[in-house]
């Protein structure tokens, strides 16, 4: 139902980059096709609700506010805009709330890929 309501807000297939910034003075950055859902996904998330990004945000305490955005013509000129914010992000010494996810994420990708079937239970 909120879903549906949501997707009656404007903006929907609008590419947008954004930074949210978290409880724990984290950043969350990313893009997003449908900003106004996003946001309610993280506020859901925020409520301990779950979505996509709830292990995230609710790991850091919940979003607390827009820190920005950017609409752009094509998702990768969002998606190239949201890795120069991180970059720079880096270098001023914030901390990513996706870092952790991230990496966790890259790790076990790996390790399925390198443990034979039998050991994963596939066969």
Known sequence: MLEALVNLLPGKATPVAYIIRLA????YI???????????QMLMASEGKEST?????????????VE???VMRTEAGATELAARWTDTARKRGERIATDGLAEQNREA?????????ESRGDF
């Open 24 to 27: 724990d003075r984290s950043l």
């Open 30 to 40: 990313g893009t997003s096709n449908h900003l106004p859902w996003r946001l309610t």
């Open 53 to 65: 990004a709830s292990v995230v945000i609710g790991r850091a305490g919940g979003a607390v506010r």
């Open 68 to 70: 920005a955005f950017s």
């Open 109 to 117: 990708v790996i390790r399925e890929a390198f443990t034979p079937p």
